[in-house]
């Protein structure tokens, strides 16, 4: 058999390609010059080189040079010779993150993984270069190890002048950072927010009262609740959305913009660089950037009688030999803002969703709640409530169905190091990992009877259960793995402000449930609530029509 024939500058942009593809392989493009350089100098390079440069050899030559490329990368990715290829997933995702993008987008990552979970086993490879793991003795080894840093997804957190506290990978730089918030959200401090939430909270029963036995999307409300309370928590300003019934600084929307199109960004963020560079790429990166500059300006202006956590986080005590820098205290006041109101909004309505759902559970609730607390003055003994385990096992029921942040936390094995063992299973270096969060806490192996079912009970100590469906079951019949359970997340880089959010969720379904009878607005289905509930790393709520009736003191 003759040898093939190749056309010379053919076989040049075949080799070149082959080279260019080894780069890729080792290198994210996440540089414009860079990929300026590989896309098209490369290429033309070898037509000088290979003396075929015309307009002909150019316009054949370089879409063919892309084609190659392509085919590598894809066929490289797919084969045996790729150190993820023992890992099952579906074809899509091993070709690229654009098809998780497309999840995103759609704001399913949380269903759609678990299926894949449920489809391929405890381990799923979900990217090229990205695992998600279903099992709870990985939680710890993935989120809770220096070794494992925050990975690409959270390299949109880290655009010039934004330096917020939960996009700090290395681990040193975050535990000073982490020491600012750990003075601003002790259980001291608690005490002294509880004011300044009691007070946002009557606001919030006031307005209701004038909408008693009308429709509301209670949802929405609860929005404006958690927003003023982090606006005066931060700050020591509200924004008085409850008082005035919307969102009056037009903080809400937008942030829940930038949530929505950094989630799907982070997906590839090797695209990053290029959105920079689009105005509109810009201005959406940049929005919060600046909703954050007023609030600081004001807060400077004005300054405040007690403490805040503004105060802790730029550190007006003196602790630190160094002074924080204003524009790491301006990103972390906006990510005060972003990440504690929406994630405790969605923890209530989340709960309530389920006590509407649950006639049963939410009466005896109710019930436990007027025992304990007679009138609405006393909503403000915070200590009482924990006279109610009742209500602390109906938010953690509801925490581990549907907690804020759905699917998990990113991290990478040390692209430099030699890999890692997580379990039996080892995780060449560059590896993005996750524990994923929405099936390890749905997964029966860790919650069981009925794991995907709100069943308050199983959070009780006691001897003998009766399930919902009035079976009665022994605790020997009981798995109930709290090493399971991590809606916070957990370690050094966890949630900074658990304390204030387990404050603010009792006190505000204590207050509601106090004062009012609530009911699912007439004609609203209820299950389609749940069925809008958008996975954007934390969660978008669609509304939760009810109707409120009070009850009489
Ligand atoms: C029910 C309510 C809440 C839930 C479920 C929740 C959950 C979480 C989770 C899972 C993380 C880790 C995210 C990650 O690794 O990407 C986190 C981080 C964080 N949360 Fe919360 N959160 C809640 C409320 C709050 C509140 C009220 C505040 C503010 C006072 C807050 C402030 C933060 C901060 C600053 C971080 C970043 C911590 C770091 O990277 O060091 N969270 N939260």
């Known amino acids: 058999m003759p040898p093939m024939d190749i056309h010379p500058t053919a076989m040049s942009i075949l080799l070149t390609s082959l080279v260019s593809w080894q780069v890729y392989k080792k290198f994210e493009p996440n540089s414009p010059a860079a990929s300026f350089i590989l896309l098209l100098v490369v290429p033309l390079c070898t037509l000088v080189y290979s003396d075929s440069l015309s307009i002909l050899n150019t316009t ?15 066929l490289y990715r ?3 010779f790729h150190p993820l290829s023992k890992y099952p997933g579906p074809l899509s995702c091993k070709v690229s993150k654009v098809w998780l993008a497309y999840i995103a987008a759609r704001g399913d990552m949380h269903r759609y993984v678990k299926t894949l979970h449920e489809r391929y086993g405890d381990v799923v490879r979900v990217g090229p270069n990205e695992l998600s793991f279903r099992r709870k003795d990985i939680i710890e ?12 997804y959270y390299d949109l957190r880290q ?40 007070v946002g909270i009557h606001e919030l029963l006031d307005e209701l009262l004038k909408r008693q036995d009308t429709t509301i999307d209670i949802s929405e409300w609860l929005s404006f609740t958690a927003t003023d309370f982090m606006g005066r928590m931060t700050f020591s300003t509200s924004f008085d959305m409850v008082k005035m019934g919307y969102d009056s600084v037009g903080i809400i929307k937008p942030v829940e913009e930038i949530t929505y199109q950094s989630n799907i960004i982070a997906q590839t963020p090797w695209i990053i660089p290029y959105l ?51 524009t790491d205290v301006l990103s972390d006041g906006i990510t005060a803002i972003a990440a504690g109101s929406d994630t405790t909004a969605t923890a209530v309505t989340n709960t309530l969703y389920y006590l509407l759902k649950h006639p049963d559970v939410k009466t005896r609730l109710q019930r436990d709640i007027r025992e304990v607390f007679a009138n609405s003055q006393e909503v403000s003994d915070y200590t009482k409530s924990v006279e109610l385990p009742f209500l602390d096992a109906c938010i953690n029921e509801s925490l581990r169905l549907l907690p804020p942040g759905l699917t998990g936390f990113q991290r990478q094995v040390d692209p430099s190091g030699r890999g890692k063992m997580l379990g039996e299973h080892f995780v060449p270096p560059g590896t993005n990992v996750y524990a994923h969060l929405y099936s390890i806490q749905r997964d029966p192996r860790y919650f069981s009877p009925l ?27 009981l798995i109930l793995s709290r090493d399971a359970y991590y809606p916070f997340s957990i370690g050094q880089q966890g949630c900074a402000g658990r304390n204030i959010a ?4 009792r006190t ?5 449930l106090r004062d009012f009878d609530i009911q699912a607005a007439e004609g609203y289905r209820l299950d389609g609530y749940e069925e809008a509930l958008k996975d954007v790393h934390v969660t978008l709520r669609g509304p939760l029509y009810v109707q409120l009736h009070p009850v009489a003191t």
């Open 276 to 326: 920079m560079w689009l105005p509109q790429g810009k201005k959406a990166l940049n929005q919060g950037h600046r909703l954050g500059g007023d609030m600081v300006r004001k807060r400077k202006a004005l300054g405040t009688d007690t403490r805040d956590l503004y105060y802790y986080l730029m550190d007006e005590a003196g602790f630190e030999d160094v002074k924080p820098r204003e």
């Open 451 to 477: 794991p995907e079912t709100f069943w308050p009970d199983r959070w009780l100590d006691q001897d003998t259960y009766t399930l919902p469906t009035g079976e009665n079951i022994s605790k020997d019949g």
């Open 141 to 152: 080894p993935i989120l809770s190890n220096k070794e494992l840093h925050k990975g690409p």
């Open 502 to 505: 387990l404050l603010e969720l």
């Open 78 to 80: 797919v084969s045996p």
């Open 159 to 198: 655009v010039p002048a934004r330096n917020p506290v939960d996009g700090i990978k290395d681990y040193r730089e975050h535990a000073a950072r982490r020491r600012l918030w750990s003075r601003g959200t002790s259980v001291s401090m608690t005490k002294i927010y509880t004011q300044s939430l009691i």
């Open 508 to 512: 505000l379904l204590i207050a509601i």
């Open 60 to 74: 054949l030559a370089i879409p063919l040079y892309w084609c190659l490329l392509l085919t590598f990368i894809i």
